[in-house]
């Protein structure tokens, strides 16, 4: 249960983000064992705000005791979320996880009973490989169903050394770039999840003190991104934004933006500031060759250093 001052900060940030212009909201069925949802329903509702607003919701996440990406918790897990939300209907609906040991036939068949009873608008999948979501559309083309049209995976300037909770995905680094390709060959929009790192370009966190952090978040951030290589990404960012009077977040979100795909970033914000920061950050531009040098893929030396292209 969410106290009535946690409800009412959450409001006035709702406020604040809506009123500079923000109208996607991402949010899942696990989040706040429901309590997400529930207080976010009412804000849109208290605010009559509905029709103003897109609204993108999750389920079908693994629990601690068995996969759930089935027609039954699919199903389950989007009744309960329009019933907390009070809503008709999510505008775009993404399966929180995959299990690959699922046919895809079953899972593409709910989704379509689900949009064409009007339960949401659209779908795509979280966390889903490129190549799963390759073969859900294949499917769904055989027998003239809906397919997939959106994909959520991790996207970052800087590049996970694990995985930060089991099934997840991310399409980051050289790893990524077979996906990254493939998805802008089929002109599939990325809506991208931890694009700030959690929290590693905030400058919280150096060389020198990953061993002081306690709280479960900072150290999840220092074991999925606090190595050696991310260190040197951040200190070229540090020097471009320097350059061009932006902050650290703001350049390492332009990154993300500037990729040779639609994306879509899913930024956490605690402030109305932060939240028009990032929105400063969707204005930048990048060229090819700042995006290859920020990576260190342009040759220079370890520090980080070295000759940096010019602006566009």
């Not at 969410?2 to 409800?7: I, M, S, T």
């Not at 909201?25 to 309590?35: I, K, L, M, V």
């Not at 990524?176 to 999840?193: C, I, K, V």
């Not at 978040?217 to 990404?233: A, G, I, K, P, Q």
Request: overall charge negative; charged content about 25%.
């Amino acid at each position: 249960m969410v106290r009535a001052d946690e409800e009412e900060r959450a409001f006035t940030l709702l406020d604040e983000v809506f009123e500079a212009g923000g109208t996607a909201f991402d949010t899942a069925h696990q989040y706040g064992s429901g309590e997400a949802e529930r207080v976010f329903g009412r804000w849109v509702r208290g605010r009559g705000v509905r029709d103003d607003v897109v609204v993108i919701g999750k389920g079908a996440h693994h629990s601690r005791d068995r996969n759930r990406v089935t027609p039954f918790d699919i199903t389950a897990d989007l009744h309960d979320s329009l019933a907390r939300f009070g809503f008709d209907h999510v505008d775009l609906y993404l399966l929180h996880r995959d299990d690959p040991s699922v046919p895809v036939g079953p899972i593409v068949e709910t989704l379509n009973e689900h949009a064409e009873a009007g339960r949401i608008n659209a779908f795509g999948g979280s966390n889903w490989s490129a190549g799963r979501i390759r073969e859900a559309n294949a499917y769904a083309e055989e027998r003239g169903l809906r397919p997939f049209v959106a994909s959520s995976p991790n996207l970052s300037l800087a590049v996970q050394a694990k995985e930060p909770w089991p099934g997840c995905v991310s399409v980051s680094g050289e790893a990524g770039e077979a996906d990254r390709r493939w998805y802008a060959e089929e002109g599939m929009p990325l809506l991208t999840w931890s694009s700030l790192a959690g929290g590693f370009f905030s400058g919280r966190f150096t060389r020198e003190n990953l061993g002081s952090f306690d709280g479960y978040f900072d150290r999840l951030c220092v074991e999925t991104y606090c190595h050696e290589d991310n260190f040197r990404r951040l200190d070229r960012a540090r020097v471009l934004a320097e350059e061009r009077g932006l902050s650290v977040p703001q350049v390492a979100l332009a990154y993300v933006l500037n990729q040779p795909v639609e994306v879509f970033a899913l930024v956490g914000c605690n402030s109305g500031e932060e939240f028009r920061a990032n929105v400063e950050a969707a204005g930048v531009g990048l060229t090819p060759e700042e995006l290859a040098w920020l990576e260190g893929d342009d040759g220079t030396d370890a520090s980080g250093e070295g000759p940096r292209p010019s602006s566009a």
